[in-house]
């Protein structure tokens, strides 16, 4: 197997996934009009990607249905996908009312039909079947073939570039980095297709109206290159919509383990806390939220009995020293309230925990001041244990 087969079968297979995918998708949003649109033109791309591989592994296929047949299938398929491709950012601009959308997108598919009758009939009427110029030179200037190649390639390279500025209006609502990228991958893959391909055959067309043979190298290069190179861009944009899903999941589900894991760590410094202050407690189940917000507030009360810090709070033992002194003389101030010698303390009262970039940053902290807590002998050192083995 060479190169270039090589990697027209891995943006077949990568193109069939993502058709797949999309598939799935649809399953659990049957109602999203625009989402059937784009599963439809990615089956029809999955088809023209896979099925215009030549290779003896498909000819069976190609013989069932015959030259013509075939022929029409294949770019009908690609005329089918520029449709879907631009109705689909047409659904999809939320923008314009739905029944203004809907009703565009039937007009537009309308002219599709046009297009493909026009493609059949010309291709049957034709004396010479739309021949190449050397089997036919006589002929190569009949107005079948041209209106063949304006049916047919004139109509998808259109249609794509009208999807490419619909898309480009929807490009401002994009927030996310993947969406992003993925929206530049797939307009510039598809660009480079319908270039490489309908661009270069009606140049090619147009050409060979004046002389027959017209045929040049670099339209050859061209078409190659634009078909497969589009087509294996296209794919890396289409497979990062899904990869993006899949790796944002498993982020969540990493993230959720790790926010259980330091909520169990941060629980010996939060019962300390809350036992202390039992009115920063908040009803609900102890997740990770709870606890955090309960710390910052258990530690906002007892900053009025802690000595400044003596040092910078963000490491750990310098708070640690400060909350710690901060519970022994509560501890002391209830021991002496039995003897009336109690002197509340006045403001400005210490701060006793930093700003924090992100909510791990803030666990990592609250986990670090259980610790030295714990080694001060403030924290007990079972329950400290036993959430550090949980």
Known sequence: ???????????????????????????????????????????????????????????????????TVWGHILNGCWM??????????????????ESQRKRQAL???GFLVLALVVMVVV????????????????????????????????????????????????????????????????????????????????????????DTSFDPDFLTALYSTGQL??????????????????????RARYER?????????????????????????LEGVNDFQRVTTEITDGLSELARDCPEPNGDIRDPRVAAEAIAAGLTRRAGQRQAQWAGDVSPPE?????LEPDFPDWRSRAEWMVAVAGELRTRGVIGKDAHERASAG
């Not at 190179?229 to 296209?234: A, D, E, I, K, S």
């Not at 403001?347 to 701060?351: A, F, M, T, V």
């Open 1 to 67: 197997m060479d190169v270039e087969l090589a990697i027209r079968w891995t943006k077949g297979v990568v193109i069939c996934a993502v058709a797949i995918w999309e598939i799935v998708q649809l399953t659990r949003r049957r109602d999203d009009l625009a989402l059937r649109v784009l599963t439809a033109g990615l089956v029809l791309l999955a088809i023209a990607a896979t099925f215009g591989i030549k290779t003896p592994v498909l000819e069976p296929i190609k013989d069932f249905f015959g030259p």
């Open 123 to 210: 291709k049957q009427i034709a004396v010479d079947g739309i021949r190449r110029p050397a089997a036919s030179p006589e002929r190569y200037h009949d107005w079948e073939r041209s209106a063949w190649y304006l049916a047919v390639s004139g109509y998808a390279l259109t249609v794509y570039f009208v999807g490419v500025r619909r898309a480009m209006v929807l490009r401002r609502k994009l927030s996310h980095t993947w969406a992003r990228a993925a929206f530049w991958i797939v307009i510039a893959g598809s660009a480079a297709m319908t270039i490489g391909v309908d661009a270069v055959v009606l140049v090619r067309q147009a050409g060979r109206q004046f």
């Open 229 to 250: 190179g589009g087509q294996f861009v296209l794919a890396l944009g289409l497979a990062l919509v899904p990869l993006a899903t899949i790796v944002v999941k498993l």
């Open 347 to 351: 403001p400005p009262y210490p701060r």
């Open 80 to 97: 089918a996908m520029a449709y879907c491709w631009a109705t689909f950012f047409l659904l999809a601009n939320t923008d314009k009312p």
């Open 257 to 281: 383990w790790q926010r259980a894991r330091y909520n169990r760590r941060m629980l010996p410094l939060w019962q300390a806390l809350t036992a202390e202050f039992p009115y920063v407690a």
């Open 107 to 109: 007009i537009e598919f």
